[in-house]
């Protein structure tokens, strides 16, 4: 089954985004992706676009994110700084608001020794678990939380989808991510002396959260006949991506509640 989109007039997509979504990004770099968005809809209006750095220390690290900031601000876009993914629920601004999309591309907190490390891998669960715990609460009611993150040892060890139930939210999604979805887009590694540098991202993906809560209330799950996964919800298998529904494996309806 295909998501029905709607298409009315004046709506602008972008692979998972629509200028209708109201859409926080999470620790942007040089502030790429939120434009690419905002480019895309003709307007930023409906989009807060953040960093962890301050202003001075972006514009330090990364060679484009004055003009991206300033073109952002042109558009409508919301930008702030210093927010931390770990404790935004308590920011002046983002506490009153709701998202129906809260978005955080390649989470990372920062080049403390090998990523094999133990205590490295742990320093990235916890920022994964504090932006779980935030982005809940501040997410519209169905509303949806995406990481982007790589695939495979040490990064498949995070453990994302156990956080994300930690924090009483479900896996939905799991879709490959193109960096072609988003012209103008450039990954960066967004600590060190390197900063301003891409990292490679090899096979990606974006991994899609619910709400624990209103993903039983819908109590459809589809088993995928190519891996036999089930997944909640309508779309993507969480195990191997194939779109799901009628003619793969078809909706099992089964007693949740
Ligand atoms: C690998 S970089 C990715 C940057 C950007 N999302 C991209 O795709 O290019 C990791 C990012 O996580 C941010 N970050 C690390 N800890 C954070 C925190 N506690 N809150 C918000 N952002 C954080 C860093 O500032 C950095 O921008």
Known sequence: MTRRRKTGRGVKWLSHYSSEQSILV???????????????????????ATSLDSYEALIGKYSKAELNVMELKTMGAKVLHHINAKSMMRHSFLETRRFHRIVFNFPHSGFKGSEYEMHVVISHREL??????NARYLLQPYGEIHISNKIGYPYDSWNIEQLALESSLTMIGRVSFQKQDYPGYNQKRGDGARSDQ???LGYCCTFK???HKEVQERSVVYRCYICHISSYYHYDCV???????????GPLHLAYR
């Open 198 to 200: 891409p990292f490679p």
């Open 128 to 133: 994964v678990k504090g932006f779980f715990t």
């Open 26 to 48: 999470v620790g942007d770099g040089d502030f790429s992706f939120s434009l690419a968005l905002a480019t895309a809809f003709g307007s930023g209006v409906n989009i807060v």
């Open 239 to 249: 195990g191997c991506g194939a779109t799901l529904g009628l003619g793969n494996g």
């Open 209 to 211: 959260f619910q709400d």
